[in-house]
């Protein structure tokens, strides 16, 4: 079993900057595929950032390419979303998702290959 805790979202300006983290327990990190999903009202969970065990691989969505960075500390059991240049579009509630199956590429976008969730943390971006 994996506990994910999301924290760090709140309200910005859009061109504002946030930092979600995701704390882990319950087993360590360091051998786990993590991801950042993000939804919208009314709209489906959409994969945002991905990245490797080791933190040699990321992955980004079009959309938050060259404005989000995803990064995770295992000594801290914690990974990271740095959200820079935010847009009201980002507004949505973003989670932290752990995905157990051995060797999972940074690339994966399916939730469903993730099986762990944390309980999501508020980004609202106004214009």
């Known amino acids: 079993q994996v506990q994910l805790v999301e924290s760090g979202g709140g309200l910005v300006q859009a061109g504002g900057s946030l930092r979600l983290s995701c704390a882990a327990s319950?087993?360590?990190?360091?051998?786990?595929?993590m991801a950042w999903f993000r939804q919208a009202a009314g709209k489906e969970r959409e994969f945002v950032a991905g990245i490797s065990w080791s933190g040699g691989s990321t992955d980004y969505a079009d959309s938050v390419k060259g404005r989000f960075t995803i990064s995770r500390d295992n000594a801290k059991n914690t990974v990271y979303l740095q959200m820079n240049n935010l847009r009201p579009e980002d507004t949505a509630v973003y989670y932290c998702?752990?995905?157990?199956?051995?060797?999972?590429?940074?690339?994966?976008?399916?939730?469903?290959?993730?099986?762990?969730w944390g309980q999501g943390t508020q980004v609202t971006v106004s214009s």
């Open positions: 319950g087993r360590t990190l360091s051998t786990i595929t």
């Open positions: 998702a752990a995905g157990l199956r051995a060797r999972l590429p940074a690339t994966t976008r399916g939730a469903s290959r993730y099986e762990f």
